[in-house]
């Protein structure tokens, strides 16, 4: 028999003891989230154990908050869902869209979110949904594997098995779990061997890990100690987890109890969300509030901001009209009554970079799309990215294609190289060059098309600026609706010293910089910096480099996942007929034209109120939109 690792969480105590009051306790969780590497990890299966069994069908929008809101607490595993039969467990039907959501946020580079798969059908749905880690189960009882998966607890194996070896051809984790380590609703008592083979097959078909799940929450420590023992004797403690659920209240000492005995990994289900829908009466896992603060207070860090996992389970169980089964989290949350739940996009952690995928790319535009955001990079770096026939045609019917597509919501334009945009292509081979006047108005009608063409998007329009721009190029940036730059952005309107004059962008520039400051600029032709710009609101961000400004830009599309995309359009117009048609009639007619449609039924706006009466703020418009569109 091995020796037991016996790093008893009582002695760590004593070695690290903590003086409890709430704000230093409060920033040492602060800190812990940013820089330690956690002692523990935990397993969050909120979203897919937490919620399976609750009768009300919770909304997606509401799934897929829950999930950002655990990853901003610093969870770094999320149970996110199921591939199982719908008819089995409608609660979790959504999960392809849940799956979309989180492929499409890019967490998935940063964040692990294993899926719960229970045959080949449910690992081609995970697989399809690019699930990258599926949990696979079984149980230790007969009785329970039949009501549960409709199957003999050896089918039930050997469907998993298939599952595993799926997995493995595909590169995607596999983990098993096994119910009813300690008891079965059915059978009664489980039988400690048994619970050792199912976990062997488990490993041997290529499980990295195997959860020990005490379904029933029955179990005790001295239970624990003496399957622990048993296990421990042919199966290394790293292989092992803990996946206690607390119908008697004896996890927070389950998992005590494991930790001394060596294990490392614990599931846990925020504000103790959960239950069987085949063991009556038993609750959900251990709350991860309690086992973070029975942790912390040990001095064994877990990466996991208290406070703030402890007002998402408070926002949970609203959202899902249960009571708060954290012990732990309510009384934080009771503490800090006056602080209200903090959305994802006020939190401290840093937003996902989004996974773009590139859709075209003729050496000269590269267009690449994550989600509802499309980004247009300009990439004809060997003449300062000019505004060439190819390109002015090339961005003009990009922008009118998209303006056409509903499924996307903002439209990033930035550049690579030193230059953003030189603006007009003064090269003797462009068509500014020419002497034939057909040619040149064929020039003006392009370029005055591309602004209007970006003018006129429906989406919201976002220059990302890490270069020089001149002339033209200046247009191109403040032809956009929002401009964030790197301190290499410099903004020149060289026209003026060429004997030329902005004609087209002019416009574009009084309209952003404002009369007094565009005319200025314009007459001298000098270099504006960023910092004036932003100091007259024509620039919405600077980044603190070139580095900085990916950052800068996620930050800024998470904001904009819960503005709403036909509103950001109507405010487009709004916000143009303000300034071409001031008090005209244009302007009247759209006004009243817009108030009249803002709550129509199937409108934005029906569902955004009806969210806020859910006390959901943060909506996620992209899940609206795709449902209305498959529906
Ligand atoms: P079955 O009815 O025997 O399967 O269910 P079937 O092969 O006869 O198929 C029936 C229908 O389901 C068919 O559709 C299949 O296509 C469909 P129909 O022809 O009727 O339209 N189907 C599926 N659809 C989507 N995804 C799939 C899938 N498979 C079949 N993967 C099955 C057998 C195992 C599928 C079913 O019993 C099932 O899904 N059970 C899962 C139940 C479940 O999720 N329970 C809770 C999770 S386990 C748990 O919580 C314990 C744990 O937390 C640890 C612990 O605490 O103990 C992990
Ligand atoms: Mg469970």
Known sequence: MKAFRTTSLLARQSQAPLVFSRSPYLRRYRSTVSNAKPDVSIVEVGPRDGLQNIKTQVDTSIKIELIQRLAASGLRTIEATSFVAPKWIPQL?????????IVASGMQKSIN???????????????????????LFAAASEGFSRKNTNCSVEEALTRAEDVAKACLAQGIRARGVISCIFACPYDGPTDPAKVLSVAKRFLEMGCYEVGLGDTLGIGTAADTEKLLRILLSEIPADKLAGHYHDTYGQ?????????DMGLRTFDSSVAGLGGCPHAKGATGNVATEDVVYMFERAGVATGVDLQQLSETGDWISKQVGQKNGSRAGSALVAKGQTKPAAPPSSTKVEAASPEWRVESDDGELRVSRAGNVVKVTLTRTRNGNALSNSMVEGVTNLYNTLAKDPTVFQIILNAEGKFFCTGMDLSSSGSSASGDQAVKDDYYNKVEGLFVSIMNSPQTTIAVVDGLCYGGGVGLAFACDVRLVSPKARFTMTEIKLGLSPATISRHMIREWGISFSREAMLSGRTVTPEELKGIGAVHGIASSAEDLERLLNEYLQGLRNCAPKSAAAVKELVRLGWNDPGGEEQTKYVKHVFEQMMVPGSEGEHGMAQFRKKNKNVDWGHFWSSKLSA
Request: charged share 20%; no cysteine.
């Open 93 to 101: 039907a959504d999960s392809k869209e849940v799956m979309q959501h």
């Open 251 to 259: 996890a927070v000492a389950n998992v005590i109890k494991s930790y």
């Open 113 to 135: 979110f294993p899926v719960l798969v229970p045959n080949l059908k449910g690992f081609e749905g995970a697989a399809a949904s690019k699930a990258q880690e599926a949990v």
